[in-house]
């Protein structure tokens, strides 16, 4: 099945992602638009304490009107390195640096309308070593039990897709 692209326009440029519309030929000849969020890519990390604790975060999501507990990300600068952006995320997020620090995985976030590609990264051997949030951002550390979290999970207490996504792909590394 091949779409052909005919031509896009931007729609809005915004601080973190743009808007773009997609003007397609489809595979019988007919002619459809796709709005696409054009996202530079981000990163989802696991990180472990040596208590067997994962470290999440909660904080307020405008659009979800509620705060949701999830896996500490963050967005890629331009041309960054996925795992220099893990090992800064984590500071900013959590307070701790990873000595030990695993990409396991990456996938789409929502590929039916936006570019973003996030990595998982596992995150062992903290250490306390913070770096200044970014000013947006108002966060509260909790550490819950990794058999807590799983159950959270599979109980549908986590509606947060990326910190649900993450910890999937990381369970054969955790046992």
């Known amino acids: 099945m091949s779409f052909e692209l005919l031509h896009s326009e931007i729609l809005l440029k915004g601080r973190a992602f743009a808007i773009r519309r997609d003007h397609l030929k489809t595979p019988n000849g007919g002619e459809t638009k796709f709005d696409i969020i054009e996202h530079g890519g981000s990163v989802v990390i696991l990180p472990i304490d040596s208590e067997g604790n994962l470290l ?21 600068e331009k041309d960054e390195d996925p795992a220099v952006c893990a090992a800064r995320e984590i500071r900013e997020e959590t307070g701790f640096a990873a000595d030990n620090i695993q990409k396991i995985g990456a996938f789409y976030l929502a590929p039916g309308y936006s570019t973003e590609f996030m990595h998982v990264y596992l995150a062992r051997d903290l250490r306390h070593d913070p770096l200044e949030a970014d000013a947006d951002e108002f966060l509260s550390l ?12 599979e109980q549908g207490k986590i509606p947060d897709a990326k910190t649900l996504a993450a910890l999937l792909m990381a369970r054969p590394y955790l046992k």
């Open 56 to 76: 999440f975060v909660s904080q307020y999501r405008h659009a979800a009107g509620m705060d949701l507990l999830e896996l500490p990300a963050g967005t890629l």
């Open 142 to 153: 909790k550490k819950i039990p990794l058999g807590e979290a799983i159950q959270m999970a």
